[in-house]
């Protein structure tokens, strides 16, 4: 069932799963504003400016809005700072349901978004945190994945032969728009994946077969990988994410849940099936 809703303000909704929240919202027929920086248009919704770090944009963003999408800003350590007072003044302006995009490597109270997770059944009646698992999307685009797979055939990675039950951004888009407009919120975190967890070795098999392109798994150590990463983005950034690869290697991530299954009432798509779209797309 679903509720009579007002207007959801999404943040980030030119990003990967602020554009497909977007669209799904509006094809169904809700009133969307539609935030980013430069307050792009975005078909069916009204556009927002919105800059988590210029609290001048907040208000008009939250003007005649009664729910929330919240998408963090980008590689800040300390997002609660930013995002706390924000939505202590959402909810004074009236907003009544909040739906956070977290990850599945950061559990409640823990650190970054870990400490918006905390805060949110205090701010919120209705609330939902969703934590999926790594993105199908990281193999397509600009991720530095994608960028190594077209450019060497190489995906690296310090996961070693650990499993990660990836994610379509489309099924976590699904979920959020559930979250957002039932009559009942979850009122829950709800740690999202596909339906199979796989190792980087698969991941790289599945994408030569479907492509035809050869792509291998070159495996990393975790000072291999940190020193990478460290070339191409802040220190603390790096030691981060080469940390949680070493995580996938002790298996942090080899796990698959219903809950695309119990909330959308589809199961969620393999990694399969998202090559062969994302090759119709492009071909």
């Known amino acids: 069932m679903t509720a009579t809703t007002g207007t959801t303000l999404v943040i980030g909704a030119t990003g990967t799963t602020g554009s497909r929240v977007t669209a799904l919202l509006t094809a169904a027929g809700h009133h969307v504003k539609a935030a980013s ?22 208000a008009a963003a939250l003007d005649g809005v009664d729910r929330v999408y919240l998408v963090p800003p980008p590689g800040d ?13 959402a909810r004074t302006v009236g907003v009544r349901r909040a739906v956070l995009l977290s990850s599945s490597a950061v559990p409640e109270g823990g650190p970054a978004v870990g400490a918006v997770h905390r805060a949110l059944p205090t701010l919120f009646d209705e609330w939902a945190v969703l934590r999926p698992s790594w993105f199908m999307q990281n193999f397509t685009g600009t ?18 032969s650990g499993r990660v039950g990836f ?57 291999e990988m940190r020193d990478r990463l460290t070339a191409l983005m802040p220190p603390e950034f790096a030691t981060m994410l080469a940390g949680m690869d070493r995580a996938i290697a002790e298996g942090a991530e080899d796990r698959v849940t219903d809950t695309v299954q119990r909330v959308t009432g589809r199961p969620p798509r393999t990694f399969r099936a998202f090559l062969e779209e994302e090759m119709g797309r492009n071909g």
């Not at 919704?45 to 770090?53: I, N, V, Y």
């Not at 991720?143 to 070693?160: L, W």
Request: proline residues 10%; negative net charge.
């Open 37 to 58: 920086r430069h307050a792009s248009p975005v078909p069916g919704a009204q556009p927002a400016s919105f800059d988590w770090r210029a609290p001048d944009t907040h």
């Open 77 to 89: 350590p300390d997002p609660a700072a930013i995002m706390l007072p924000f939505l202590r003044q």
């Open 143 to 160: 991720h530095p994945h994608a960028v190594s797979m077209r450019e060497e055939g190489v995906i690296r990675t310090a996961t070693g």
């Open 167 to 223: 994610i379509d951004a489309g099924d976590i888009a699904a979920v959020a728009v559930h979250a957002l407009t039932d009559a009942q919120a979850p009122d829950a975190g709800l740690l999202l994946t596909g339906p199979e967890a796989l190792g980087y070795d698969s991941v790289a098999a599945i994408i030569t077969e479907a492509t035809g392109r050869p792509v291998v798994h070159r495996r990393l150590s975790y000072d």
